[in-house]
């Protein structure tokens, strides 16, 4: 549905977008996780036809937004970070404003407000001034300008930035709701966001993609967690051995079973050897408490990811140096 190619972008000095490449298919909910300045909006305003990149490709749907720009413009709805609306306008008037302004036909305008308010919850807010709504329906409101034109595909640029936890909840609903009939792009530093309402994450570290993966494969850990009777003789050397087993460091007692220690064992194969574990257990005559993938979690890859992205700038800076010397 989406496909984003070598996206570059500098501002004088600074490259915010760096060699940026991903594909979103058709259905997907795809959380574009970053911290501030990892250069989320800038690739959602390219995406969206806003921005010129400095080279690299977008299409969407098979449009190229730099050949056709107002034909991916109509295939996506966008909801700009903290998005521009009139506060003495009525939520009615301003949508009705928004058919105009995207061109839809004037006889469908009725039909595409009222199905927009539906979809977002807004019905009983039509006639009320946007300045007088609480921010989490503003963001509605943002959100029904957005899907007025029923886009395949919607980019919502930090969609909770800003709201208390009630609203929060309620704009993630909505979301999950609206990813019923379209493909979503959201942008969020928010790793809990990402967890609650995606199925696939794009991590952006310093304007360069750090990972792009399944949700659920990249909660996968390399890491089986083996739980062994206190006392089990060579367990480090015999867990070593199986195969796939890259490394084995004993983790300390098991906080759930009395005399017993957790053991860690890390894996390089596609599925964690469970099997040959419980076979070397059995062999060695070793009681065991249990043998379980560690299940990780989107901070800990994070963080992990940001320590070898710092850890590989230090080198290339070394490296420079040296050169340099
Ligand atoms: P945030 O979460 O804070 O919104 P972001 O991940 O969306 O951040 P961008 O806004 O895309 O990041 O910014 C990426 C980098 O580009 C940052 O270093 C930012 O300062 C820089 N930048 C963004 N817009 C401009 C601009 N118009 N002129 C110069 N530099 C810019």
């Not at 009525?90 to 404003?97: A, K, N, S």
Request: proline residues 4%; hydrophobic residues 45%; neutral net charge.
């Amino acid at each position: 549905m989406i496909s984003v190619k070598n996206l570059e972008k500098r501002y004088g000095e600074v490259r915010a977008v760096k060699g940026v490449g991903f594909e979103v298919a058709r259905g997907d909910i795809v959380g574009l996780l970053g911290q501030n300045g990892a250069g989320k909006t800038t690739v959602m305003k390219i995406l969206t036809g806003y921005l010129e990149p400095t080279a690299g490709t977008i299409t969407v749907g098979g449009v190229d937004v730099l050949t056709d720009r107002l034909g991916v413009q109509r295939q996506i709805g966008y909801l700009p970070e903290n998005a521009p609306l009139y506060p003495e306008m009525l939520v009615q008037e301003y949508l009705l404003m928004m058919c105009e302004l995207r061109g839809l036909p004037p006889e469908k305008h009725i039909a595409a407000v009222s199905d927009a308010v539906r979809a977002t919850g807004l019905t009983k807010f039509l006639t009320r001034p946007i300045a007088t709504l609480s921010k989490g329906y503003r963001q509605r409101v943002g959100l029904a300008q957005a899907i007025l034109h029923k886009p395949e595909v919607l980019v919502l640029d930090e969609p909770t930035n800003g709201l208390d936890p009630v609203q929060i909840q309620e704009i993630r609903g909505l979301i999950k709701r609206l990813a019923q009939h379209s493909t979503i792009i959201l942008s969020t530093h928010i790793l809990q966001e990402v967890e609650a309402v995606c199925n696939r994450v794009v991590i952006l570290i310093d304007g360069e993609i750090a990972a792009d993966a399944a949700l659920s494969d990249l909660l996968k850990s390399k890491r089986v967690r083996v739980s062994l009777k206190q006392g089990s003789d060579g367990a480090a050397v015999a867990l070593g051995k199986v195969p796939g087993v890259s490394k084995v460091s004993r983790q300390g007692a098991d906080a759930d079973t009395a005399g017993f220690d957790v053991w860690i064992c890390e894996f390089t194969t596609a599925t964690a050897p469970i099997q040959a574990i419980v076979e070397t257990a059995v062999q060695h005559k070793w009681t065991l408490g249990g043998v379980a993938p560690e299940v990780s979690n989107l901070d800990t890859v994070f963080r992990t990811l940001m320590t070898q992205k710092a850890a590989a700038s230090a080198a290339t800076q070394t490296s420079a140096e040296e050169k340099a010397a």
